[in-house]
């Protein structure tokens, strides 16, 4: 387990007094605790397109060495799926929930996956067909789950979301829509990352450790809640919310990445 020994105050803070609240707080809480981190929007900035995100040259490292000074307790919580998150920081693999949970390798290196139905399967494909005349609509197959990204075509969002709406009806009840940010999802109904927190405090090295929740989407919010009911320690990285169940805020990704880098070195 980690000691103030091995992790160092947090840095010092220019920013607004909620800010400085939240680094203290996590420095205090990193002594023994157990980090769970989002990806787009947390670790890196947002993109116009998924496939356009930029990961920082040092972050994979970064986030290694700070994962061995928590003696493994790290792990990344992400809409993306297992194998496209290990590509943004390879050659590091770290125990990872991906898909929102439906996909989860755990620190042994086992892995857990929703396999998608041959009916699922189909309506991935009728959902491209029906959106293949609509500019600026990216479908994102991804596996067990299917994302329509309108980032690029944000006066489209009412119609996707009925059409998603539709789709998700015909999938019946193992499968829900999930809104993000500029993104609506179909996935597992049983798949969230609040889930995927608690299967992860059940196992070494994350049991016994105060969850530490970093995130910065709805998607976010199931893990934050469960974090904070287990006595630890949740960040929204973005505006302040009121509609947020985190106890604490970050300004933005990059300021997500210079803690890492500050608690790594």
Aim: proline share 7%; aromatic share 6%.
């Amino acid at each position: 387990m980690a000691n103030r020994n091995q992790l160092s105050e947090a840095p010092p803070s220019g920013g607004a007094s909620r800010q400085d609240e939240t680094l203290s707080t996590l420095s205090s809480y990193l002594q023994d605790g157990a980090l769970f981190l989002d990806i787009d929007g947390t670790l890196l900035d947002l993109a116009p397109t998924p496939d356009e995100i930029f990961v920082p040259p040092l972050l994979p490292a970064q986030l290694d060495a700070l994962s061995q000074k928590l003696g493994g307790a790290l792990a990344l919580v992400t809409g993306r799926g297992l194998s496209y998150a290990d590509r943004l920081f390879a050659p590091f693999q770290f125990p990872i929930a991906g898909l929102h949970g439906a996909e989860r390798r755990s620190s042994d290196g086992n892995i857990f996956k929703v396999e998608p139905t041959a009916e699922f399967e189909k309506l991935k494909i009728e959902l491209r067909a029906e959106t293949a005349g609509w500019t600026g609509i990216l479908i994102e197959d991804k596996g067990a789950a299917v994302a329509a990204h309108f980032r690029l075509a944000p006066a489209r969002q009412a119609e996707l979301a009925q059409l998603m709406q539709r789709f998700v009806n015909r999938a019946g009840p193992d499968w829900t829509l999930q809104r993000g940010k500029m993104v609506l999802e179909i996935r597992p109904t049983r798949a969230n990352k609040g889930d995927a927190l608690e299967s992860f405090l059940a196992t070494p090295p994350f049991h016994g450790r105060h969850p530490i929740a970093i995130g910065d989407d709805l998607t976010d919010e199931a893990m934050f809640g469960v974090a904070n009911q287990l006595g630890g320690y949740s960040v929204r990285v973005g505006p302040p919310s009121a509609g947020t169940a985190a106890r604490g805020t970050l300004p933005s990704a990059e300021a997500v990445r210079e803690i890492i880098a500050h608690f790594a070195s």
